[in-house]
């Protein structure tokens, strides 16, 4: 961790599904990995609180396309949720899942990893796979949705967000 950075957090949002979050700086080309996590079962609020609960300040929250649709028991959306707890929220436009795989496959040369706090994110992404298809004889084109898709999806938003974070010149937010 570098207080002088911005902290990020990336996340794929789970209905009845699993919550990643992976937590990150950008330090010039690299990529600084702090925290992944992983739950299911729990409302958005309760990774609201992780990410609070952090020893450091989340600046920005990169979301998935989908965090923009309108619960219909509330009428908000999952990124006005979070804006509403404080968050600075990025909501990515749907990108092509094979041009998010290219983007990570670009930046992990130049990422480094906390062991210990990205140790569950870690495991995912060696475990993230695509389906072998005994029929056709080869892989099929989409990944694999299992347990390990969820924080592999949400590096992938962290990644292909990367040009659109900030907006602030790379540096902390006033009185952060």
Same mark, same amino acid.
């Given at each position: ?37 992983? +739950? ?25 396309? &989908? ?30 899942? &094979? ?6 496959? +670009? ?48 590096? *992938? ?18 009185? *952060?």
């Amino acid at each position: 961790y570098d207080p002088a950075l911005p902290v990020y957090a990336a996340l794929d949002l789970g209905i009845g599904d699993h919550t990643a979050i992976w937590v990150f700086q950008i330090s010039g080309t690299e990529w600084h990995w702090l925290r992944s996590y992983e +739950n299911h079962g729990q409302p958005l609020g309760h990774y609201a609180a992780w990410l609070r609960a952090l020893p450091y300040p989340i600046d920005q929250v990169v979301l998935p396309h &989908d965090a923009l649709a309108r619960e219909l028991q509330s009428g908000k959306s999952r990124t006005a949720f979070l804006e509403e707890r404080g968050f600075l929220c990025l909501t990515l436009e749907r990108h092509a899942i &094979d041009d998010g795989i290219a983007s990570v496959r +670009n930046a992990l040369p130049k990422s480094w990893f906390d062991r210990d706090g990205c140790e569950r994110g870690l495991d995912a992404l060696r475990r993230y796979r695509s389906e072998f298809s005994d029929k056709l004889g080869t892989f099929k084109l989409r990944p694999l949705h299992s347990e390990h898709s969820h924080l592999a999806d949400a590096i *992938r938003y962290a990644v292909m967000g990367e040009g659109l974070l900030g907006g602030y010149g790379g540096h902390r937010l006033p009185g *952060r």
